[in-house]
């Protein structure tokens, strides 16, 4: 007898996410709902993401907004994000004298997004003009006298009290424009099935209503200048709402004028 109702073929999305703790929420709800069983999750830097979802070798990446502009078709296809509105206490240029003083930035290598975000601001916050070195690993050693660098993620975490100068990027792009900041979003290039993005959606949310399962998990990161709690129930916005997508595209308007 013939099947009137044939199994459909399922599709396995695949997706790089940042790796950081920022995005542990987002991991959460991805790898603790039934969507754990449609996808196939990689975790990444920033720039990894970037570059994966470039040359389509995933359906989705969670990546810095400054790609966006050089992406094919960019689509951002969830309504969160990772954001913040004031200081993000990740995103930071570290430095043992003060801005005044400062004459070369070493740009992080793992995030577009910061290395633009620190230009912009040199130049119309703070009035400096200053020489920009591609860093490479262990550039945080090389930061001394007149020579600042741009660190970014979990190893911004742990360096606070290295440094005599700390300027959080969000903190000041704030004070700069009034705005909120986001820093990385959910993007895919292709047209993706509209079930499966609510799915996808929804297992977001649930990662973000479990968050305070993460802060036990993490809290050995925790120090007299960091709060794992602090940080992802304040700190990090996860909401992609109007005034971030204002802000966003606010920020990409800069960036293509630059």
């Not at 004298?97 to 793992?110: A, G, K, M, S, W």
């Not at 895919?188 to 479990?210: I, T, V």
């Amino acid at each position: 007898m013939e099947n009137l109702n044939p199994e459909t073929e399922h599709h396995t999305y695949k997706i790089s996410a940042v790796s950081y703790l920022n995005s542990k929420p987002f991991l959460y709800g991805l790898e603790n709902t039934p969507i754990k069983n449609e996808i196939i999750l990689t975790q990444d830097s920033p720039a990894q993401c970037a570059q994966k979802l470039s040359s389509n070798e995933v359906d989705i990446g969670l990546i810095p907004v400054a790609i966006i502009p050089t992406l094919k078709n960019p689509k951002i296809i969830a309504p969160y994000c990772i954001g913040a509105d004031g200081a993000v206490s990740t995103v930071c240029l570290f430095s043992e004298v003060p801005i005044e003083q400062i004459e070369t930035i070493y740009l992080d290598y793992q995030s577009r997004t910061s290395v633009q975000l620190v230009q912009i601001l040199m130049e119309e916050y703070w009035g400096r003009k200053v020489h920009y070195a591609n860093a490479f690993p262990g550039y945080e050693g090389q930061i001394q006298a007149s020579i600042a660098g741009v660190i970014i993620g979990d190893r911004a975490i742990y360096l606070k009290e290295n440094f005599k100068y700390v300027y959080d990027l969000a903190e000041i792009w704030k004070l700069h424009t009034g705005m909120p900041f986001v820093f990385v979003a959910w993007v895919s290039c292709n047209d993706l099935d509209k079930d499966f993005l609510k799915r996808f959606s929804d297992a977001l949310q649930f990662g973000l209503e479990h968050r305070t399962e993460l802060y036990d998990e993490y809290r050995h990161l925790n120090n007299e200048k960091f709060s794992v709690e602090t940080y992802l129930s304040k700190n990090i916005q996860f909401e992609l709402t109007e005034d971030k997508r204002k802000a966003l595209n606010y920020f990409l308007q800069k960036i293509d004028n630059n």
